[in-house]
């Protein structure tokens, strides 16, 4: 969903699974999928650890606690905390459509897989690269208070623990910040800059 990034402060989702596929993000048969419709792929996200054979929520899966079990809104679970190597395995984009369908705005990780992290830019979710002691300490503030309130500032590119009062900063690609922070994809770039464009054309 296309909406301007500037200041998060959310609780946040631990997902504490290194090498987070995307197929345990997505399984490959919404892959077949003809539709873009963000409910659907919100409803498919990770959803071979939410449910089991029979269709029954995983208790233990932590979309399933009751602590993280209500669905994202407007400072609320907007963020995800991951594991290492958030977003290997296949390229499908549909992993990125699965984590902004289920309303997540930002993934906190120490390293993701390169096209994932792209794909995700392109989705209107940000990936924030941190330390892994300062993703460490997000985990175990959360595990210690659920409540816990993390704080990602995209034009200081900052996030901070507030639990801890840490703060660490994040790199972004300038482009893509301003693309964030304006709600612009690709093409609204292009079309806002059209006069510029032309005016180049011409001077050719």
């Known amino acids: 969903m296309k909406a301007k990034f500037n200041i998060i402060d959310s609780t946040c989702i631990p997902v504490a699974i290194d090498n987070c596929n995307t197929d345990l993000i997505i399984p490959a048969r919404y892959l077949a999928s003809t539709t873009r419709d963000p409910q659907f792929f919100?409803?498919?996200?990770?959803?071979?650890?939410?449910?089991?054979?029979?269709?029954?929520?995983?208790?233990?899966?932590?979309?399933?606690?009751?602590?993280?079990?209500?669905a994202p809104s407007e400072g609320v679970h907007e963020i995800i905390v991951g594991g290492q190597n958030w977003g290997s395995g296949s390229s499908r984009e549909h992993a990125a459509w699965a984590i902004a369908g289920y309303g997540v705005r930002v993934v906190i990780t120490s390293s993701f897989a390169d096209i994932h992290r792209n794909n995700l830019l392109n989705c209107f979710v940000l990936p924030v690269v941190v330390s892994k002691e300062f993703q460490k300490e997000l985990f175990e503030s959360i595990e210690a208070n659920p409540e816990t309130r993390v704080v990602v500032n995209v034009p200081e590119q900052s996030v901070k623990n507030c639990s801890t009062g840490k703060i660490e900063h994040f790199d972004i690609n300038g482009y893509k910040k301003y693309c964030l922070m304006n709600a612009l994809d690709d093409i609204d770039f292009l079309l806002e800059n059209t006069a510029k464009i032309e005016a180049y054309e011409n001077q050719r």
């Open 42 to 70: 919100g409803d498919a996200f990770m959803h071979d650890l939410r449910f089991d054979a029979d269709g029954k929520p995983v208790p233990d899966f932590v979309l399933n606690q009751p602590a993280f079990s209500e």
